[in-house]
């Protein structure tokens, strides 16, 4: 017997001008020629754009009013987060985001006053979860014992998400045989304790960062961390896959633009059957995925994420990661010999794919838990 989930999908009106706000602000500042000029920076993205955004208030765009944010819910920034994947515009947000987000859900009055207005006026979260490779993982080596009245954090953790430029992290540990998330302030770290690591996606940073004798006041342990964790993981999935999903279409555009200047034997070779029918199924992929965002962006909400939600999410990450992966391939075969050089933009759209596939889950991981949540 199969479940039926939860179908609805709407688009508010908060969300339509968000997405026409941020598709403009996007393809002003990040265009080709500025992503480019990124790739071998040390942050990954450019600080003055960063502080627009903030100032626009996107920073704060889902957090309470009464510290200092626009009391949107999470679903609110999707629209934006797909218009910076449209132009591979890369910056701390879904980072901060994230680990707002966990300190929205989990953490007490007195860490969301510290926290949630620092956020809002563009200080930068990020979540250290991962001793492994494996998203799945449902354990944790790192671990929190207890030091006199406070606590000492042993371990690290792998590929953090723009750790070089974070205030804080929010950390994935175990205490006493129990899960807990532990907020980590940069000024904590020691002097070499984050190394930085190089992506298949150049317009990415991340880096392994040592929590390893860090001292933890109980005032930086998310009360209910072991509780909000799960929703957070699904919280990150759909914002990558809202990013992917943009992503995907930019792929697009540049395989249509190609095929529609470039000719052989004297034709266009957008007028190649062998070539129109993959664009469309790009098209189809790409549209399927973003009918599964908006879906997900109509059910999640600011209290514990409901099993239709889970669904949604789920599927919106495993269908937009394999819209990318088919759109970032199809994209470098169609431009030839010169689609597998480092000048040809394709190559930054397979890139892009690599390295979102595997955020937050990859297909294969969240259709596995779907099949349990779906099929009796």
């Not at 910076?84 to 300190?103: C, N, V």
């Not at 034709?267 to 908006?294: C, F, N, W």
């Not at 930054?348 to 889950?361: E, F, K, N, T």
Request: glycine share 8%; proline share 2%; net charge negative.
């Amino acid at each position: 017997m199969t479940r039926i989930a939860n179908l609805s999908i709407e688009f508010s009106d908060e969300q339509a001008m968000i997405l026409a706000s941020a598709k403009d602000f996007c393809r002003d500042k990040s265009d080709i020629n500025a992503v480019r000029a990124l790739l071998k920076s040390d942050t990954g993205f450019n600080s003055d754009v960063w502080n627009e955004m903030v100032a626009l208030g996107w920073a704060g765009l889902f957090l309470p009013e009464q510290h200092g944010g626009s009391e949107l819910d999470i679903g609110a920034t999707i629209p934006l987060v797909e218009s910076m994947g449209r132009h591979l515009l890369s910056t701390p947000f879904i980072s901060s985001t994230i680990a707002a987000q966990a300190i929205m859900r989990g953490g007490s009055e007195q860490q969301q006053a510290k926290w949630l207005p620092a956020i809002a006026e563009g200080a930068i979260g990020t979540m250290a979860l991962l001793d492994n490779e494996d998203w799945g993982a449902t354990d944790t080596s790192c671990l929190l014992s207890t030091k006199g009245n406070n606590f000492a954090l042993q371990g690290k953790k792998l590929l953090v998400n723009d750790a070089a430029v974070a205030d804080f992290f929010v950390v994935l540990t175990k205490y006493q045989d129990s899960i807990a998330l532990v907020i980590v302030e940069t000024t904590q770290l020691a002097k070499n304790a984050i190394s930085n690591r190089t992506l298949v996606d150049e317009t990415k940073r991340a880096a392994n960062v040592d929590f390893t004798g860090v001292t933890i006041e109980s005032a930086a342990i998310l009360a209910k961390g072991a509780e909000i964790l799960p929703d957070v993981r699904l919280i990150g999935a759909l914002l990558i896959a809202a990013e992917a999903t943009g992503c995907a279409a930019a792929a697009l555009d540049t395989v249509v633009d190609y095929l529609t200047t470039r000719k052989q034997f004297g034709r266009l070779i957008g007028s190649y059957q062998s070539l129109k029918h993959p664009t469309v199924e790009i098209l189809i992929q790409m549209d399927s995925a973003r009918t599964l965002i908006y879906h997900a962006a109509t059910l999640i909400g600011d209290g514990k994420l409901s099993e239709d939600t889970e669904i949604a999410c789920r599927m919106a990450k495993a269908q937009a990661a394999e819209a990318l992966s088919f759109a970032g391939d199809r994209a470098v075969q169609f431009h030839g010999g010169m689609g597998f050089t480092y000048d040809c933009d394709a190559m930054l759209y397979i890139r892009r794919a690599q390295w979102s596939q595997h955020q937050y889950g990859d297909p294969q991981h969240h259709r596995k838990l779907l099949a349990t949540l779906l099929l009796d």
